[in-house]
């Protein structure tokens, strides 16, 4: 069992950064490979961006590309998101995710283990 616990959201205006954290809990952190998603009221939770367990691979949503850097640092069991020159559209509950597999996925569903989400909100 994976437990997750997001941190760093918050309300920031519009062109100004945040760095969201999620921490896991198990011993096998490495071997998961880890997911960042987002929901809006009234939206689906969308992809946001992916690493892999080593992390080595990482990719990212058309909509987060150049402005959102995903890394983890495998000894403290934590995975970041850096967000850059945020807009009001980036305003959603955030979501960690975790994997049983190394390989991460665009796909929500690919997801075995989620936290409660973090709110960021930007202001125009």
């Known amino acids: 069992q994976v437990q997750l616990v997001e941190s760093g959201g918050g309300l920031v205006q519009a062109g100004g950064s945040l760095r969201l954290s999620c921490a896991a809990s198990?011993?096998?952190?490495?071997?998961?490979?880890m997911g960042w998603f987002r929901q809006a009221p009234g939206k689906d939770r969308d992809f946001v961006a992916g690493?892999?367990?080593?992390?080595?691979?990482?990719f990212y949503s058309d909509s987060v590309k150049g402005r959102c850097t995903i890394s983890r640092d495998n000894a403290k069991n934590t995975v970041y998101l850096q967000m850059n020159s945020l807009k009001p559209e980036d305003t959603a509950v955030y979501y960690c995710?975790?994997?049983?597999?190394?390989?991460?996925?665009?796909?929500?569903?690919?997801?075995?283990?989620w936290g409660q989400g973090t709110q960021v909100t930007v202001s125009s």
């Open positions: 198990g011993r096998t952190f490495s071997t998961n490979a």
């Open positions: 995710a975790a994997r049983r597999l190394q390989g991460a996925s665009y796909n929500r569903n690919a997801y075995d283990y």
């Open positions: 690493i892999s367990g080593g992390g080595s691979s990482t």
